[in-house]
Nanobody, 124 residues
Framework: QVQLVESGGGLVQAGDSLRLSCAASGRTFSNYVMGWFRQAPGREREFVAAINWSSRNTRYADSVKGRFSISRDNAKNTVYLQMNSLRPEDTAVYYC?????????????????WGKGTQVTVSS
């Protein structure tokens, strides 16, 4: 079992920045690919970013490339999502997830464990 707890969400204005954190406990954190997903009201959950265990491999959704950055600290069992130049369309609940695969994946079905999410609201 892996428990994931997200934090760092909030209400910001367009152009602002936020950093989300996801604290993991349970099985060895460093073995997992970690991902961030988001879900806006009335929409399906969508991939945002993912990172492999060594941080050498990352993937991003086209909509966030150049604005968001994923990182991890295996010593702290924590993965981060730095979000810059936020837009109203980034408004969603953001979820952290872990996957027992070797390379970052965009598919929700590859992820075994999920956090409960943190709300990010960007006003125009």
């Amino acid at each position: 079992q892996v428990q994931l707890v997200e934090s760092g969400g909030g209400l910001v204005q367009a152009g602002d920045s936020l950093r989300l954190s996801c604290a993991a406990s349970g099985r060895t954190f460093s073995n997992y690919v970690m991902g961030w997903f988001r879900q806006a009201p009335g929409r399906e959950r969508e991939f945002v970013a993912a990172i492999n265990w060594s941080s050498r491999n990352t993937r991003y959704a086209d909509s966030v490339k150049g604005r968001f950055s994923i990182s991890r600290d295996n010593a702290k069992n924590t993965v981060y999502l730095q979000m810059n130049s936020l837009r109203p369309e980034d408004t969603a609940v953001y979820y952290c997830a872990s996957a027992t695969v070797s390379l970052p994946t965009t598919r929700t079905t590859d992820y075994n464990y999920w956090g409960k999410g943190t709300q990010v609201t960007v006003s125009s």
